[in-house]
C-alpha cells in the first residue's frame, strides 16, 4: 500500500522554519496549486507563530508491505 502526503514549510516572522504536512493530497497538484494555498493560509494568520513566507513543498510517498497480519 503506498499512502502520499504533502508537506508545506513557512517562514516565520521570528526566523524559524514551520511545517504542515497533510495526509492524502490530490495526486493532480502542481507547485502553482501549492504555493496558492500556502499563500491563503499565511493570509488567513490563523497560526499564532505569525507565518510569513512558503519556503518550500514536498509530495511524500512511503510504500508499506505487509509481511504477515494475525
Known amino acids: 500500500m503506498e499512502t502520499k502526503t504533502l508537506k508545506m514549510v513557512f517562514g516565520t516572522a521570528g526566523g524559524d522554519k514551520w511545517q504542515m ?5 490530490k495526486d493532480d497538484l502542481d507547485a502553482e496549486d501549492v504555493e496558492a494555498a500556502m499563500e491563503a ?10 507565518l510569513t513566507d512558503a519556503l518550500a513543498a514536498q509530495i511524500i510517498g512511503r510504500t ?5 497480519k494475525n
Open 21 to 25: 504536512t497533510l495526509r492524502y493530497p
Open 41 to 50: 493560509v499565511i493570509e488567513a494568520d490563523v497560526f499564532a507563530s505569525g
Open 64 to 68: 508499506v508491505t505487509d509481511l504477515f
